[in-house]
């Protein structure tokens, strides 16, 4: 038997989908498929600037592919909750044992647009130059979601998943 608070927060939850529905700008097919291609190209730049900030240990260009409010889960389970988090955080590992590193990035497996402005991509990199790991190839794979404000693509939330040998 569903109680009254439980049909309350079903006929919200409804309301709130109805809203978001009436709210999200409608496109012709073509301007979907050229806003798509244009989205894409800017969601794989995101990707490479991800790849060339680390590569050049500058933290500052890394930490501008985030929005101010971002979240990001790195490999093992720490959470940073903010921009300047995370680039303090990824600033101290690259002083230290990541300052050798280089990212190469394999894969963009898939890009998913949940809306016109958020987007969920899967994309996989090596990294070389671990201090803690001399010699070894290490596998990532990363789960980010982008965001689409005030025209720029910018991460929202991101995991960086480090891979076993025998994971593809």
């Known amino acids: ?3 009254q608070l439980q049909y309350w927060r ?3 939850l409804l309301a709130v989908l109805g809203c978001l529905l009436i709210a999200t700008p409608r496109c012709s097919p073509a301007t979907l498929a050229a806003q798509t291609a244009a989205d894409s190209a800017a969601l794989r730049a995101v990707v490479a ?3 060339d900030a680390w590569n050049r240990h500058d933290m500052d260009a890394f930490a501008a592919l985030f929005h101010e409010d971002a979240a990001w ?3 093992r389970g720490g959470y940073w909750r903010s ?3 995370i680039k303090r955080g990824h600033l101290a590992v690259h002083q230290t044992f990541y300052k050798n590193t280089h990212m190469q990035t394999i894969a963009v497996e898939d890009i998913t647009f949940l809306t016109p402005v958020v987007v969920l991509i899967h994309y996989r990199n090596n990294m070389t130059g671990d201090e803690r790991s001399p010699g070894q190839l290490l596998r990532y794979r990363l789960t980010m979601v982008l965001t689409k404000r005030d025209g720029l693509w ?3 939330a991101g995991h960086n998943t480090r891979l076993h040998d025998d994971i593809q």
Do not use: P, Q
Request: aromatic share 12%; net charge positive; hydrophobic share 35%.
């Open 83 to 85: 921009r300047d988090e």
């Open 154 to 156: 910018r991460i929202s």
């Open 49 to 51: 600037g991800f790849e």
């Open 10 to 12: 079903i006929g919200r």
């Open 1 to 3: 038997m569903k109680t």
């Open 73 to 75: 889960v790195h490999w």
